[in-house]
């Protein structure tokens, strides 16, 4: 899978169901008949929405670990705590489980933020202050994790 582009603000309905914007759904298009996983996000307090196919490798990589280690049995219990199974419907609704949406503390209004392979869901507020939040230690994390030498760039 390619990997996913945009940030959309959307709104929840009553019965805890989002409309999936057409561009995003254009870019998952390939994915829809197959599904979804959406479980609560390991750093944040918000969704992460996995196509079955991200889901798969990921899970492959998990099932790799020794689960004759306790702490590998915890982080996989924890990992996978309230996960669910999500399909689109033929309105191009996602439901998101009651249980979810208390975890992230969705209200009304809501932003599907692309990050990579797979989409976060946040309630729009809490999306915000996590900007804001990350916005002064950004440059120093950007030069940490992206910053190479500059021989990786073929620059000698």
Do not use: H
Not at 70 to 94: H, M, P, Q, Y
């Amino acid at each position: 899978m390619n990997s996913l582009i945009g940030t959309y603000e959307c709104k929840v309905d009553a019965k805890g169901r989002l409309m999936l914007p057409a561009a995003l759904k254009k870019q998952l298009n390939p994915e829809l008949q197959n599904g979804f996983v959406l479980k609560r996000a390991v750093f944040q307090s918000c969704l992460e929405l996995y196509p079955m196919s991200e889901w798969e490798i990921l899970m492959q990589k998990i099932n790799k670990l020794n689960k004759f280690k306790k702490k590998n049995n915890d982080f996989i219990r924890r990992f996978t705590a309230g996960v669910k199974i999500v399909e689109i419907d033929s309105n191009g609704r996602l439901l998101i489980p009651k249980d979810l949406t208390v975890f992230a503390e969705i209200s009304k209004n809501i932003v599907l933020s692309s990050a990579i392979n797979i989409i976060e869901i946040w309630d729009k507020d809490k999306y915000e202050q996590a900007i804001d939040d990350a916005t002064g230690d950004f440059a120093d994390l950007a030069e940490e994790v992206m910053g190479q030498d500059d021989e990786d760039y073929g620059i000698s």
